[in-house]
């Protein structure tokens, strides 16, 4: 009933910039918290950043400084503005939200089915 689609991963050089997007439709009633998560290879997943709905936000700190979270309410949309980015930023990213949605109305979490980040000369 809901879903969280990602784009705008890809190859990138150390340095460069990359704007993740992350779409949710479906019979949504609201929506609380969406974040961003990554996994790379071996490792386990971990929060990158995130925003509530009334606009507050938190990082890594690994990527302070370098990445901003936002969203587009009426589009239903999360963003991650990654910039100055290095080879440790590569992993596949995940995007995460709360969501109040159809039958049950009540809170959930859902996850997209991520996109590909790779930082490399």
């Known amino acids: 009933q809901v879903q969280l689609v990602e784009s705008g991963g890809g190859l990138v050089q150390p340095g460069g910039s990359l704007r993740l997007s992350c779409a949710a439709s479906?019979?949504?009633?609201?929506?609380?918290?969406m974040g961003w998560y990554r996994q790379a290879p071996g490792k386990q997943r971990e929060l990158v950043a995130v925003?509530?709905?009334?606009?507050?936000?938190d990082y890594a700190a690994s990527v302070k400084g370098r990445f901003t979270i936002s969203r587009d309410n009426a589009k239903k949309t999360v963003y991650l503005q990654m910039n100055s980015l290095k080879p440790e930023d590569t992993a596949f990213y995940y995007c995460?939200?709360?969501?109040?949605?159809?039958?049950?109305?009540?809170?959930?979490?859902?996850w997209g089915q991520g996109t590909q980040v790779t930082v490399s000369s």
């Open positions: 995460n939200a709360e969501v109040s949605a159809l039958p049950t109305m009540t809170y959930r979490d859902y």
């Open positions: 479906g019979s949504i009633f609201s929506i609380n918290a």
């Open positions: 925003i509530t709905s009334g606009g507050r936000t």
